[in-house]
């Protein structure tokens, strides 16, 4: 009997509770609130769908281009050893040619003076 009386009291003080509760919102409010919240998850689901679309855009892409990107990639490791062996041969050269014609190149003075090609690495 006291568990029943205990369990009774406890529903009506909820009931209670959950009226002052009922009382502090408005139903105005609470729907305003509802529909904002319907919108933004709208919005977010379009966001959604239209990422998807263009992850899956740039998955193909990526795909059609990789072939390419990683051939001209070793063209260019390609290249640029050649380079790298090709003035490797001609310091060995110059620096036998120097060995053999000490006044064959000028020096760096003279050498500034002669060369009027413009310099690629400096940006403009």
Same mark, same amino acid.
């Not at 729907?31 to 529909?35: A, E, I, K, V, Y």
């Given at each position: 009997m006291e568990q029943r009386a205990e369990g009774e009291s406890i529903r009506v003080a909820s009931e209670e509770l959950s009226q %002052?509760?009922?009382?502090?919102?408005?139903? +105005? +409010?609470l729907?305003?609130?509802?529909?904002l919240q319907h919108l933004i998850l709208g919005r977010l689901q379009d966001s @959604?769908?239209?990422?998807?679309?263009? @992850? %899956?855009?740039s998955e193909h892409c990526f795909a059609e281009v990789s072939g390419d990107l990683?051939? @001209?990639t070793r063209l260019l490791n390609s290249m640029k050893s050649d380079l790298?062996?090709?003035f490797q041969k001609i310091r060995s050269m110059k620096s036998k040619i120097l060995a053999t014609y000490p006044d064959a190149f000028? +020096?760096?003075s003279t050498s500034e003076a002669l060369d009027r090609r413009p310099d690629l690495e400096i940006p403009r």
């Open positions: %002052e509760f009922k009382t502090l919102m408005n139903t +105005d +409010d729907n305003s609130l509802n529909h @959604n769908a239209v990422l998807s679309h263009f @992850n %899956e855009f990683s051939r @001209n790298d062996y090709i000028p +020096d760096e």
